[in-house]
């Protein structure tokens, strides 16, 4: 089950466009928190975009976005001199 995770929290992450925290993600995958961040840390593609607000037990939670590669340049159509 462990290696599904990077499949499975790269869909989700894809389509939030403002990310998600651990927790959110655990709760959508009915999974361990630590679980979750133990995978987005080592997922090369995956980064903390910014910090928010907890709440009482921890005072900010990462919120965890996902790096979309932009496409290939296009080639050019005239040689340039």
């Known amino acids: 089950m462990k290696t599904q995770w990077p499949e499975k929290l790269r869909a989700m ?3 939030e466009e403002d990310g998600s925290t651990v927790a959110e993600l655990a709760l959508r995958l009915d999974a361990r928190k630590v679980s979750i961040a133990s ?3 080592r997922m090369p593609d995956t980064y903390v975009d910014r910090w928010t607000e ?12 996902i790096v979309t590669p932009p496409e290939n340049c296009p080639k050019p159509t005239r040689r340039i001199k």
């Open 54 to 65: 907890a709440g009482q037990s921890r005072p900010y939670e990462a919120v965890w976005c």
């Open 13 to 15: 992450l894809r389509n």
């Open 39 to 41: 995978a987005l840390t």
